[in-house]
């Protein structure tokens, strides 16, 4: 039954996190944008099992500075060069321009075109709550 229940709760959570990333993704398509600067961009694997791109960029909105670090609400995979693909268009210095959520300004991307992996957490999800029923029932 402890089984069931985490299964239960995992699906339910991956289901929910794949609704979010679809509604953001389409939202981020209707955000008003403003030039923004790139401070940091760059694959940070000083340890190999927590590999991740870095990317910062500065932006101002309604006078107040703010720090983003999405490029989108798109995932950008497990290996070094699907990550250095992630930032490449975003050197450091360069200016980009940055979609910002006008009801959280801190929410940003710098691509708002870019297609989520929603689906991808749905089939988690829906893969969870399947075995959870299954559990429950056998």
């Given at each position: 039954m402890v089984f069931a229940a985490f299964s239960l709760l995992a699906g339910a959570a991956l289901v929910w996190l794949s609704v979010w990333l679809k509604l953001r993704s389409q939202q981020c398509r209707q955000w008003p944008s403003v030039m923004g600067r790139v401070t940091e961009s760059r694959v940070d694997d000083a340890r190999l099992e927590t590999t991740?791109?870095?990317?910062?960029?500065h932006y101002e909105v309604g006078g107040q500075i703010y720090v983003g670090f999405r490029a989108s609400f798109s995932g950008y995979g497990v290996s070094r060069a699907a990550m250095e693909s992630v930032i490449k268009p975003y050197p450091q210095g360069s200016r980009v321009r940055?979609?910002?959520?006008?009801?959280?300004?801190?929410?940003?991307?710098?691509?708002?075109?870019?297609?989520?992996?929603?689906?991808?957490?749905?089939?988690?999800?829906?893969?969870?709550?399947?075995?959870?029923?299954?559990?429950?029932?056998r």
């Open positions: 991740k791109p870095i990317l910062r960029y940055v979609y910002y959520n006008p009801r959280h300004p801190a929410s940003a991307v710098l691509d708002n075109t870019a297609p989520s992996d929603w689906p991808y957490w749905l089939s988690f999800g829906v893969g969870f709550l399947v075995l959870a029923v299954y559990l429950v029932l």
